[in-house]
């Protein structure tokens, strides 16, 4: 009886301690289709951070576009370990996104942040498959930043509105 006493009062404790996940997408998630992007420097930005973007920010028609988020992009391509002869054996590969987010009729900045997404990737014997590494692992660093930048958002949207 007091074994069964003490593991309701332990359960009890734990279940209403009130943690929250800060970075959790809920329920009351805010629907991206209101936000238009727009890509700053979209001559310099490479083909797989594009396509990252498109796919993570799918436009659409039907809403009417609240907010906008201007997005400014830079890749990092740095060498971390290098052969006995100089070639280059691994490489790092950075994505920063600065980003702001306004209100389509105001001229107001709502949020400016930055995030980062890191990849690496070691270096193959044929350049085909090494630049298709670097494309692959390029998609997956400006994946991890636009997650972060999502919860960013969210969480900069959930705390202005009180929540």
């Known amino acids: 009886m007091i074994r069964f006493l003490i593991t309701i009062s332990v359960l009890t404790v734990l279940l209403s301690c009130g943690f929250k996940p800060m970075y959790k997408h809920s329920e009351n998630s805010i ?89 690496q990737y070691t270096v193959e014997t044929s350049e085909i498959e090494s630049e298709d590494k670097k494309k692959r692992m390029t998609r997956m660093a400006t994946s991890s930043a636009i997650q972060m930048m999502i919860s960013k958002i969210q969480s900069d949207v959930a705390i202005s509105n009180g929540n």
């Not at 790092?92 to 001229?107: G, L, S, T």
């Open 31 to 119: 629907d991206f289709r209101n936000y238009s992007i727009t890509l700053i420097n979209e001559n310099d930005t490479s083909r797989e951070i594009k396509e990252e973007i498109k796919k993570s920010f799918p436009s659409s028609s039907e809403t009417a576009k609240e907010y906008i988020i201007e997005i400014s992009t830079n890749e990092n391509l740095d060498p971390l370990i290098n052969n006995t002869d100089g070639t280059v054996a691994k490489y790092r590969i950075e994505i920063i996104m600065n980003f702001k987010v306004k209100d389509k009729n105001d001229d107001v900045y709502l949020i400016e942040d930055f995030v980062r997404g890191f990849a």
